[in-house]
């Protein structure tokens, strides 16, 4: 099993930016697909991006692309997701996700990963 833990939230104007961050437990990360999810009040949880097990393939929602980008840090057992010209429609919880299958693909849909961050709270005022 990994364990997820998501950093690097918080209260943010419109067109700001930041990082959030994902540390990984186990020895086993560098072989799992990662995504990063949200969710809004009221809202279902949905798909933001991906990277595969070897970081050479990231895939992005459209209403994130030129906007977000997903990179991870084998050295650190990290994944990142920096968000730039944030606005306030992205408000919502964040959480990143693992594929606890080797060698996988990235995936798209919530079922589709196996373990779970707690989530980190991303604010964006107007």
């Known amino acids: 099993q990994v364990q997820l833990v998501e950093s690097g939230g918080g209260l943010v104007q419109a067109e700001g930016s930041l990082r959030l961050s994902c540390a990984a437990s186990g020895r086993s990360f560098r072989l799992y697909a990662m995504g990063w999810f949200r969710q809004a009040p009221g809202k279902l949880r949905e798909f933001v991006a991906a990277i595969t097990w070897s970081g050479g393939t990231t895939f992005y929602t459209d209403s994130v692309k030129d906007q977000f980008a997903i990179s991870r840090d084998y050295t650190k057992n990290t994944v990142y997701l920096q968000m730039n010209n944030l606005k306030p429609e992205d408000t919502a919880v964040y959480y990143c996700?693992?594929?606890?299958?080797?060698?996988?693909?990235?995936?798209?849909?919530?079922?589709?990963?196996?373990?779970w961050g707690q989530g980190t709270q991303v604010t964006v005022s107007s």
């Open positions: 996700a693992a594929v606890l299958k080797p060698y996988s693909d990235y995936e798209l849909r919530p079922y589709d990963y196996d373990s």
